[in-house]
């Protein structure tokens, strides 16, 4: 599927943005770039590949909030009276 002038024109229109001739010409060409793209990516063959629920194999998470031992608040109001 092919995007023409005209597609260009009306979803600058619809997105309210005003594109010069030729402003329109360049995103008409890379739009036309980027579905020739996934058209390529269309065409590889998947069937045996197993779905992934994430690129990255390993996901690293947050660590464990540990609980640690504070001072009590008088300890630090003391340290902060002056002497």
Not at 3 to 31: F, G, H, K, P, W
Request: charged share 20%; with cysteine; net charge negative.
């Amino acid at each position: 599927m092919a995007i023409t002038q005209d597609d260009v024109t009306r979803v600058a229109r619809l997105a309210r943005i005003a594109l010069s001739e030729s402003d329109s010409q360049t995103m008409q060409t890379e739009l036309n770039g980027i579905l020739g793209l996934i058209e390529e990516l269309q065409a590889v063959d998947t069937s045996g590949i197993e779905p992934m629920a994430h690129p990255c194999r390993h996901i690293k998470t947050l660590p464990c909030a540990c609980v640690t031992t504070s001072l009590c608040p008088h300890s630090r109001l003391d340290s902060a009276t002056p002497s």
